[in-house]
C-alpha cells in the first residue's frame, strides 16, 4: 500500500493498493471526525461494490447510509445535486458528518459538490472506482456539475479528506473504460514527465502508476490550489476534448475527448511553431495503442464554436495549453475570435475526418 500526501490548505492522503474497499471505513476512522456516513454511487456501481463498502463502514463503527442515482454524464446536474442534499437532510447528517463518493469522477464531482453545499461544507472521502478518477479527479479538489451550456460550469473548490484507490476495482472496467483513464495518465506524461510516456509504452504496474500519477497532480495543486497559474496546465485537451464531448451530446467519454483533444492542440502548436516536431506523432501512436480515438468527424469550426463556452475563458480571450516539446506544455493566451483559423490546420488530420 501507498500513499501520496497532498499538501493543500487542509492536507489529506491518497491511498493506493489492492483490497481497499474491504478497509474503507478503517482508513477513513482516521480521516474523519464524524460516524455517520452517506455513501454515494450510481446505478452501475451500486450492485458491484456498495454492499461490501457500506459493511467495511459499518465495521468500523460507522452509521452508514445509501443513495444511488443514474449513471452517465446526463446525471451531472444541479437536479442530481439537490436529490442527494435533501437525502442527507432526511437522514439528519450534521455538520460533524461526512459524504463518501463511491465510483467515477462524475460521481466524485457532483458527491464533492453536495458536500461543499451541505450546511455550508461537510467532510468528504474520495472512493474511485475508475482509472480516471483515481489518476485524476479525486485528488485536487474540483467539484462540479454541468450547465446546458457546457461541462463543469458550476461548482467549487473543496478537497476532500481521504482518497482511497483500490486498484482491484480497475478489474471490473469495460475496456473503453479503462482507456479513458488513461487519456488522463498520458495527459500527465505530456505535460510534466516523458519518462512517465515511457511508462505506458511498455505496460507498467497499475499501482505504482496510479500513484505516480497522483504524485504529478498533488505537487501541481499544492504550488496552485485554485488554478490561478500553473494548475491550468492540468487542462491539456480538456478545452477542445469537452467541446467535442458537447457535440457529441455526451455520448463521447470524457477521457476520449481528452485524447482527440491534445491531439488538436498538438497538431495546432507544431503547425504554429509552438512545439518541437514530433510531439503529435507520439502521442497519437501512444494513444492509439491504448484503444482511444485519435480524430473527429467534428470540423475546426465547429469545435472552437463550442469551445466558445469554455470556463477558461476570460473576456475575450482563452488561455490554451499546448504541447511545447516532450513532456512539456505552457500556457498559451489567445485572443477567442483567433481560436477558429488556430486550429483550422487540424481539419483532414485531427478534425473533420
Not at 6 to 32: F, K, M, Q, S
Not at 90 to 105: K, N, Q, S, W
Not at 288 to 304: K, M, S
Request: proline letters at 3%; one cysteine or more.
Amino acid at each position: 500500500m501507498e500513499r501520496v500526501r497532498i499538501e493543500t490548505g487542509t492536507p489529506y492522503e491518497a491511498v493506493i493498493g489492492r483490497g481497499l474497499l474491504d478497509r474503507a471505513g478503517e482508513l477513513a476512522a482516521g480521516a474523519v471526525k464524524g460516524r455517520h456516513v452517506m455513501i454515494a454511487a450510481d446505478e452501475n456501481v451500486a450492485p458491484l461494490y456498495l454492499d461490501r463498502v457500506r459493511a467495511a463502514f459499518g465495521a468500523a463503527g460507522f452509521r452508514t447510509e445509501s443513495w444511488v442515482f443514474p449513471a452517465g454524464e446526463g446525471a451531472k446536474r444541479l437536479t442530481t445535486v439537490e436529490a442527494l442534499l435533501d437525502e442527507a437532510d432526511r437522514c439528519r447528517l450534521t455538520r460533524g458528518d461526512c459524504f463518501a463518493a463511491l465510483g467515477g469522477g462524475v460521481t466524485g464531482d457532483l458527491v464533492g459538490l453536495a458536500a461543499a453545499l451541505y450546511l455550508r461544507g461537510v467532510d468528504f472521502i474520495q472512493i474511485p472506482t475508475t482509472l480516471l478518477a483515481m489518476v485524476d479527479a479525486s485528488v485536487g479538489g474540483k467539484t462540479a456539475v454541468n450547465l446546458a451550456g457546457g461541462k463543469n460550469l458550476c461548482g467549487a473548490f473543496h478537497q476532500p479528506r481521504l482518497v482511497i484507490c483500490d486498484a482491484d476495482a480497475l478489474e471490473s472496467l469495460p475496456p473503453r473504460v479503462f482507456a479513458e483513464g488513461m487519456a488522463e495518465v498520458i495527459k500527465h506524461g505530456a505535460i510534466f514527465d516523458a519518462a512517465l510516456l515511457e511508462k505506458v509504452k511498455r505496460g507498467a504496474e497499475m499501482t505504482g502508476l496510479i500513484a505516480d500519477n497522483i504524485r504529478i497532480k498533488s505537487d501541481v495543486v499544492r504550488r496552485d490550489e485554485t488554478e490561478r497559474g500553473e494548475r491550468k496546465l492540468l487542462n491539456l485537451g480538456h478545452t477542445f476534448g469537452h467541446a467535442i464531448e458537447k457535440l457529441s451530446g455526451y455520448t463521447l467519454y470524457h477521457g476520449e475527448g481528452v485524447a482527440i483533444g491534445m491531439l488538436i492542440a498538438a497538431w495546432a502548436a507544431e503547425k504554429h511553431g509552438l512545439c518541437e516536431a514530433g510531439v503529435y506523432a507520439e502521442l497519437r501512436e501512444i494513444l492509439t495503442g491504448q484503444g482511444l480515438p485519435v480524430d473527429t468527424a467534428y470540423p475546426a469550426a465547429r469545435v472552437a464554436d463550442s469551445a466558445m463556452n469554455d470556463k477558461k475563458r476570460n473576456g475575450d480571450t482563452l488561455t490554451l495549453v499546448l504541447p511545447a516539446a516532450r513532456g512539456r506544455s505552457a500556457l498559451y493566451p489567445i485572443p477567442a475570435a483567433e481560436l477558429t483559423s488556430f486550429i483550422a490546420c487540424c481539419d483532414g488530420e485531427v478534425t473533420g475526418r
